[in-house]
């Protein structure tokens, strides 16, 4: 079964419960209203977060149990672009820098016009705004000679660093890449300066939702310009892969899947199950286009450690974090995802971005119909019969289950079979609703309270044209008379 032990809060309600996701480096949990290292940090000027979406996904694929970790925080800095290219030719690309060098060129205003704008050319912020420009452009052109021109002689490492990313990058076939210096540059001791640059970016096609990343960079400042001593990885959920990892990449018509040369061979297969699971994700997104791509990442045990800052629990085979309101990225665990559980695995997780997208508050009570439409879609995919009947039974005849309907997520001591009845649950309404009501009806009722936070009742009476309390006695008899 693939279900999701869903925890979620507003950060700015200090009362939010902490979620049971997977640790990120220096801190046990996400603490309501407290920054923590890899996360966003708050928006300057008072403003605090429209949305911290914390939960954990749990996925039952045989014993020992799994569970997929899903975050979102949505920033002053998030960005979305109307409007999605689906074209693109399907290819597996090999081989790092020299595999990176025959992409293509994005296009002449894939470069940002904002590089610090109003920063004169001669002045420090304006030659910083020259070097990142100068980047960006050799970056999209395939030219990494111009891309590392930059660094300082000085700067040991930074070289190697840097031309692993934009190898990485390369595979990846970005296409957009906007940096910024966020704020004025700051002068230091022995002729340096820093700035935290700010960077979108987007694979495959330029017309995407940009994932969006901060990094602190200094800089040597002499007469001649200014030169690269350090460029960080992103402050906010990372490293991410690109920035740490050199990458394989497959690229197909829906997904952008990598990992690194170790697992390499595993490409081909796994991104054939996730375009088909793409196939049938994208036909519930009903609040808007798809993303341009769904993105993948295959993480092995050094990468399952590092990547995006997460420190997983051992039962965790992935985590998927949207990186905007409208941007996912998604990592699986190559030593417990296979080929033939990536079709299982991502026809749920892509539910989760197609359903959630644009979603800035996460609402309370509404935990089943997230994870039971992701179960939903899953089985309607899978074509057979749900798996995890077994569990339903145990669970509703062990006495834990009070014929709750609007079930919240399984406290932190549940055990694996616990978790899978609690999704079973969510399963079953789901389908009763949609068996009795047509999916397009279930999908009304989602939206009103999953999407907008309209209470039950009222969603219940809007969709279904009945009151909440018949709908969930219905679907808790409907739940009694299967297990």
Same mark, same amino acid.
């Given at each position: 079964? $693939?279900?999701?032990?869903?925890?979620?809060?507003?950060?700015?309600?200090?009362?939010?419960?902490?979620?049971?996701?997977?640790?990120?480096?220096?801190?046990?949990?996400?603490?309501?209203?407290?920054?923590?290292?890899?996360?966003?940090?708050?928006?300057?000027?008072?403003? $605090?977060?429209?949305?911290?979406?914390?939960?954990?996904?749990?996925?039952?694929?045989?014993?020992? #149990?799994?569970?997929?970790?899903?975050?979102?925080?949505?920033?002053?800095?998030?960005?979305?672009?109307?409007?999605? *290219?689906?074209?693109?030719?399907?290819?597996?690309?090999?081989?790092?820098?020299?595999?990176?060098?025959?992409? +293509?060129?994005?296009?002449?205003?894939?470069?940002?016009?904002?590089?610090?704008?109003?920063?004169?050319?001669?002045?420090?912020?304006?030659?910083?705004?020259?070097?990142?420009? *100068?980047?960006?452009?050799?970056?999209?052109?395939?030219?990494?000679?111009?891309?590392?021109?930059?660094?300082?002689?000085?700067? *040991?490492?930074?070289?190697?660093?840097?031309?692993?990313?934009?190898?990485?990058?390369?595979?990846?076939?970005?296409?957009?890449?906007?940096?910024?210096? /966020?704020?004025?540059?700051?002068?230091?001791?022995?002729?340096?300066?820093?700035?935290?640059?700010?960077?979108?970016?987007?694979?495959?096609?330029?017309?995407? /939702?940009?994932?969006?990343?901060?990094?602190?960079?200094?800089?040597?400042?002499?007469?001649?310009?200014?030169?690269?001593?350090?460029?960080?990885?992103?402050?906010?959920?990372?490293?991410?892969?690109?920035?740490?990892?050199?990458?394989?990449? =497959?690229?197909?018509?829906?997904?952008?899947?990598?990992?690194?040369?170790?697992?390499?061979?595993?490409?081909? #297969?796994?991104?054939?199950?996730?375009?088909?699971?793409?196939?049938?994700?994208?036909?519930?997104?009903?609040?808007?286009?798809?993303?341009?791509?769904?993105?993948?990442?295959? #993480?092995?045990?050094?990468?399952?450690?590092?990547?995006?800052?997460?420190?997983?629990?051992?039962?965790?085979?992935?985590?998927?974090?949207?990186?905007?309101?409208?941007?996912?990225?998604?990592?699986?665990?190559?030593?417990?995802?296979?080929?033939?559980?990536?079709?299982?695995?991502?026809?749920?997780?892509?539910?989760? $971005?197609?359903?959630?997208?644009?979603?800035?508050?996460?609402?309370?009570?509404?935990?089943?119909?997230?994870?039971?439409?992701?179960?939903?879609?899953?089985?309607?995919?899978?074509?057979?019969?749900?798996?995890?009947?077994?569990?339903?039974?145990?669970?509703?005849?062990?006495?834990?289950?009070?014929?709750?309907?609007?079930?919240?997520?399984?406290?932190? /001591?549940?055990?694996?079979?616990?978790?899978?009845?609690?999704?079973?649950? =969510?399963?079953?309404?789901?389908?009763?609703?949609?068996?009795?009501?047509?999916?397009?009806?279930?999908?009304?009722?989602? *939206?009103?309270?999953?999407? +907008?936070?309209?209470?039950?009742?009222?969603?219940?009476?809007?969709?279904?044209?009945?009151?909440?309390?018949?709908?969930?006695?219905?679907?808790?008899?409907?739940?009694?008379?299967?297990?």
């Amino acid at each position: 079964m $693939v279900g999701d032990e869903r925890r979620y809060a507003d950060v700015d309600d200090v009362t939010a419960t902490r979620p049971a996701i997977p640790h990120q480096r220096g801190e046990a949990r996400h603490e309501a209203r407290h920054h923590v290292p890899g996360e966003p940090a708050p928006p300057r000027g008072g403003t $605090v977060f429209r949305l911290a979406l914390l939960a954990s996904l749990a996925v039952l694929l045989g014993a020992p #149990a799994g569970a997929i970790a899903y975050a979102t925080a949505r920033h002053e800095h998030s960005a979305i672009v109307s409007g999605q *290219d689906l074209a693109g030719d399907e290819s597996v690309q090999s081989g790092g820098r020299a595999g990176a060098k025959a992409g +293509q060129p994005g296009t002449p205003d894939a470069t940002a016009n904002a590089l610090t704008p109003n920063a004169l050319p001669n002045t420090l912020d304006g030659r910083i705004r020259k070097a990142l420009r *100068d980047q960006a452009a050799a970056l999209l052109g395939g030219d990494e000679d111009g891309f590392l021109r930059p660094v300082d002689p000085s700067a *040991d490492g930074l070289r190697e660093d840097l031309a692993r990313r934009f190898g990485s990058l390369r595979q990846l076939q970005v296409k957009l890449w906007q940096p910024r210096a /966020d704020g004025a540059a700051k002068t230091g001791p022995g002729g340096t300066a820093t700035v935290t640059v700010r960077v979108k970016y987007c694979y495959v096609v330029t017309t995407c /939702d940009p994932m969006e990343l901060a990094a602190d960079t200094r800089w040597k400042v002499t007469g001649e310009g200014v030169t690269l001593l350090e460029f960080g990885t992103s402050t906010e959920l990372g490293p991410r892969p690109w920035e740490v990892s050199e990458l394989r990449t =497959a690229v197909g018509n829906r997904v952008v899947m990598a990992t690194t040369a170790r697992y390499a061979s595993r490409l081909p #297969a796994m991104l054939a199950a996730a375009e088909q699971a793409a196939e049938l994700t994208d036909t519930f997104a009903r609040w808007g286009p798809p993303p341009a791509r769904y993105v993948v990442y295959l #993480a092995g045990p050094d990468e399952w450690a590092s990547w995006y800052g997460m420190r997983p629990e051992a039962w965790v085979i992935g985590f998927a974090l949207p990186l905007t309101s409208s941007a996912t990225e998604i990592v699986l665990n190559a030593n417990r995802v296979d080929t033939k559980q990536t079709l299982d695995v991502l026809r749920h997780e892509f539910t989760h $971005v197609v359903t959630l997208s644009g979603v800035e508050k996460a609402y309370e009570h509404t935990w089943w119909l997230v994870e039971g439409i992701a179960e939903y879609v899953r089985v309607k995919g899978s074509g057979k019969p749900f798996d995890q009947m077994g569990d339903v039974r145990a669970y509703l005849r062990g006495g834990r289950w009070k014929s709750e309907i609007a079930l919240d997520d399984p406290p932190a /001591d549940a055990s694996t079979a616990d978790v899978s009845g609690r999704y079973g649950v =969510a399963y079953l309404s789901l389908q009763h609703l949609a068996d009795r009501y047509g999916e397009d009806k279930l999908l009304e009722f989602f *939206d009103y309270a999953a999407r +907008q936070g309209i209470s039950l009742d009222d969603s219940a009476r809007k969709a279904f044209g009945t009151s909440w309390n018949d709908v969930a006695d219905d679907c808790a008899h409907y739940v009694r008379a299967r297990a």
